[in-house]
């Protein structure tokens, strides 16, 4: 429980604001927000704890300030106004004061913006689904038939790459001219940071002096993390203006539960769950997969936010119970040992 406490602290103040700033009808859209976010996110948390476990405990609190800062003000806020300010042509200052003063207008345009955010974070998640399941020395499988023959193709140098664009291309082709092309580069700009992000990390891990490369490493891993919830969470953002055009209500909605996602991926993290539960991480990672493909999808076919949450649920549940199966078997078997 112990955990939770910033959490349930966060969550109090985000709806007392709420109520303060909406009464009773804002205070219901921030609830509803912020469970949305959580039961969206659940994939996200474990796939943050496998990278969070092997930082300092130094970056794990990171984590849980800086990072929530950029999480809610970065991610959640700026990017969007950013990308909104990009695809436009306005000015930072005009989009930040459409958000706050013509929110129907501000939505209309992050609305219009969900071809170049689906084809950023369907390209970055696709990667980051990849690079777990296309190692040629990966050991551990969950779905053998399957896996098996995807750790032969990690052999292929570059395949994770190739895999994305091709994906990418396949995408855009059912697209308008405007939008193919606005797809192309957005994805290109995510396989890009993936790809830069995870080799600046790999070198510093493997960097000679230990104190730097930690120090160096453990910024990476860091960095890596906050471009991984912004992939997850920028889909949610669009989504969230289907419950509310009101941008602070959306913003305390989704803080809430952002707060409760990385608290849960501590907690995990603590608890050793991923040790003790072993096919978590996979299906995860098939939910990772999944909502990559439904982003890419969903720049010329609606794809409803429940789907997403429901695929992302069955992953994970399934995991659990493998994990659960796998752990008595290997007990009977060390009792009859």
């Known amino acids: 429980m112990r955990h939770f406490i910033s959490s349930i602290i966060v969550a109090l103040l985000g709806l007392t604001v709420a109520y303060y700033w909406g009464g009773a009808n804002g205070l219901l859209m921030a609830s509803i927000l912020g469970l949305m976010e959580?039961?969206?996110?659940?994939?996200?948390?474990?796939?943050?704890?496998?990278?969070?476990?092997?930082?300092?405990?130094?970056?794990?609190?990171?984590?849980?300030?800086?990072?929530m800062v950029f999480a809610v003000f970065g991610v959640r806020f700026l990017?969007?106004?950013?990308?909104?300010?990009?695809?436009?042509?306005?000015?930072?200052l005009k989009v930040t004061s459409m958000a706050l003063h013509n929110p129907d207008e501000y939505a209309h345009n992050v609305q219009q913006s969900h071809v170049q955010i689906s084809a950023f974070g369907g390209m970055y998640l696709l990667l980051v689904f990849m690079s777990f399941f296309l190692q040629e020395n990966k050991s551990l499988h969950w779905l053998n038939w399957l896996e098996k023959h995807l750790a032969k193709l990690g052999k292929l140098?570059?395949?994770?790459?190739?895999?994305?664009?091709?994906?990418?291309l396949i995408s855009q082709h059912f697209l308008p001219l405007g939008e193919s092309q606005?797809?192309?580069?957005?994805?290109?700009?995510?396989?890009?940071?993936?790809?830069?992000?995870?080799?600046?990390?790999g070198l510093f891990q493997n960097s000679g002096q230990a104190q730097n490369s930690a120090h160096q490493a453990g910024l990476m891993s860091f960095l890596y993390l906050q471009v991984l919830d912004a992939s997850f969470s920028l889909d949610g953002v669009i989504g969230a203006f289907a419950i509310t055009r009101d941008v602070v209500l959306i913003l305390l909605g989704l803080t809430i539960g952002a707060m409760f996602v990385r608290s849960l991926t501590v907690f995990?993290?603590?608890?050793?769950m991923l040790e003790e539960y072993l096919y978590l991480e996979h299906g995860a990672h098939y939910a990772i997969g999944a909502l990559a493909i439904l982003m890419?999808?969903?720049?010329s076919l609606h794809v409803p936010e429940w789907l997403t949450g429901l695929i992302g649920f069955f992953f994970i549940v399934f995991s659990l119970w493998s994990s659960v199966r796998a752990n008595?078997?290997?007990k009977a078997k060390s009792i009859s040992a």
């Not at 995990?268 to 050793?272: E, I």
């Not at 890419?296 to 720049?299: I, P």
């Open 79 to 92: 990017l969007p106004v950013l990308i909104v300010a990009t695809v436009t042509g306005q000015s930072l």
């Open 157 to 168: 140098e570059s395949i994770e790459v190739a895999a994305a664009l091709s994906a990418l």
């Open 182 to 201: 606005a797809a192309i580069i957005s994805g290109i700009v995510g396989i890009i940071l993936y790809v830069l992000v995870n080799s600046l990390s």
């Open 38 to 67: 959580i039961s969206l996110s659940f994939d996200n948390a474990v796939v943050n704890a496998t990278i969070l476990k092997k930082m300092s405990v130094v970056w794990q609190r990171r984590f849980l300030t800086w990072g």
């Open 328 to 330: 008595k078997r290997n």
């Open 268 to 272: 995990l993290v603590r608890k050793k």
């Open 296 to 299: 890419l999808t969903d720049m």
